[in-house]
């Protein structure tokens, strides 16, 4: 399996602009994770999808922030507008349901609101 | 508030040493407690898990320690090398997973 794969790899854009980050789980995952990672506080969990549900949003910062999965293979995270304090690595991670399984990381999106 | 804090943000030690690293939890009762290790420019990737049940799990040159009572883990590398040089992350696993910030290990030959 190819893994998790995130798109795009690194986007510059300025504020205000709409920025839409892609993430193909790994076939056959039914989680989806996405992370935020940055010096000042660290892997923070934004979202989480089972069985393409969103389950817990409540690491979503706010109303600019908004992620869909709307089939097993594919999830978007959405930031209209965007913000300079936005810049950070966004992780995406897929896993089987339940606890106990590892979680699989992409390589991330390294995103710069200038 | 849930929290998860990992010791210290970097350690320093020299080659061949032990490297030990904490984990401690508060407002959290985890099912299982995992850790993870990431490479500068990387995401992060698994190493070992650990059940509340357990109190020890071995890997090679690893090993972690959970403490339920404590709310504590406790990740060590025996025979350290400067390729396990990077940052670890603890996680706990109660179907979402929540990770601490992280710990920067140099190990120095």
């Known amino acids: 399996d190819a893994g998790v794969i995130q798109s795009p790899r690194h986007e510059v854009t300025e504020m205000g602009q709409e920025v839409t980050l892609r993430c193909k789980p790994i076939?056959?995952?039914?989680?989806l994770f996405w992370y935020r990672q940055t010096m000042m506080r660290g892997l923070e969990l934004l979202i989480y999808f089972n069985n393409n549900v969103p389950i817990d949003d409540s690491g979503m910062p706010e109303d600019r922030f908004s992620a869909k999965m709307p089939n097993a293979s594919f999830s978007t995270l959405k930031i209209q507008p965007s913000e300079p304090r936005d810049s950070a690595v966004y992780f995406c991670?897929?896993?089987?349901?339940?606890?106990?399984?590892?979680?699989?990381f992409g390589e991330g999106s390294w995103l710069t609101v200038v | 508030s849930q929290k998860i804090e990992q010791n210290s943000e970097a350690l320093n030690i020299q080659e061949g040493k032990t490297a030990t690293l904490t984990c401690n939890y508060t407002?959290?009762?985890?099912?299982?407690l995992q850790w993870y290790r990431q490479d500068p420019g990387r995401g992060p990737v698994f190493l070992l898990l650990?059940?509340?049940?357990?109190k020890e799990k071995r890997k090679e040159r690893l090993k972690v320690t959970f403490d339920t009572t404590l709310k504590q883990s406790l990740f060590h590398i025996t025979a350290s090398q400067p390729a396990d040089s990077a940052t670890y992350l603890c996680a706990l696993d109660n179907n979402d997973m929540r990770f601490g910030a992280g710990t920067r290990l140099t190990v120095k030959p």
């Open positions: 076939s056959g995952h039914n989680s």
């Open positions: 407002n959290y009762s985890p099912a299982y």
């Open positions: 991670a897929s896993s089987f349901s339940g606890s106990g399984n590892t979680i699989y």
């Open positions: 650990i059940r509340e049940n357990e």
